[in-house]
């Protein structure tokens, strides 16, 4: 019991860390997958082509090389200079942005058309169209999908351990190192990030229901 109490401080503060590293990259991840979907859906090609390669390719490689391509790659280039924190807000930004962007996609494309002929019938325009009518829908139904790729964002944070960003896994190898206790550190940390998956997924069925209510 000792040893967890020791601990608790500094897992926690790993644990801030982890969270504020989730919170501005799924942010910054789902403006990212609403450009890309509306890349996806509009009428130019050059977008679509693009829109598809990025989907394509961040789909099709593993988020740890991802990761390691923006923190060591990009850093060898004598342009750019990341830190740590820095390229893993930017990976896990712009992986669940490729996953966000299909989600997106699906979630508009299920809003009946006819709702759009309406929409233009009474003179709106086409971007006043999605963003009054055809988003707030959308986003109703893509909300539960939304919430599966947070979560996985969210575990996805504990490989940022590897380029040194001192989030709750980093702090979890640090006591387990220094206490020997590796059973009770590692159980405590697996505790701790199913409380804050399970209090995500709470609120996500509470604004769940909300909307639908609506």
Known sequence: MET????????????????YIFVIAVILGFIIGTVIALFRLAPIKI????????????????????????????????WI??????AGIITVAINAGAYFAE???AGIQSIDRGQTEAAR???LTGSQN???IVLPQAFRRMLPTI???????????SLLSIIGIADLTQQGEIQASATFESFKIWLIVGIIYFIVIYLL????????????LR
């Not at 997924?201 to 639908?212: C, D, G, K, S, V």
């Open 130 to 132: 999605m963003r009054f």
């Open 147 to 157: 919430t599966n790729q947070s979560i996985i964002s969210l575990k996805d944070t």
């Open 81 to 86: 200079s990341f830190n740590s924190t820095t």
């Open 47 to 78: 977008l679509n082509w693009i829109a598809k390669i990025y989907i394509d390719a961040i789909r099709g490689t593993p988020f740890l090389v991802q990761l390691f391509f923006i923190y060591f790659g990009l850093n060898s280039l004598s």
């Open 121 to 123: 019938s009474l003179g």
């Open 201 to 212: 997924t709470i609120l996500a069925n509470f604004l769940e229901r909300r909307f639908q």
């Open 4 to 19: 967890i109490v020791a601990a608790l401080p500094y897992l926690l503060k790993g644990l801030q860390v982890t969270l």
């Open 103 to 105: 989600i997106i996609r």
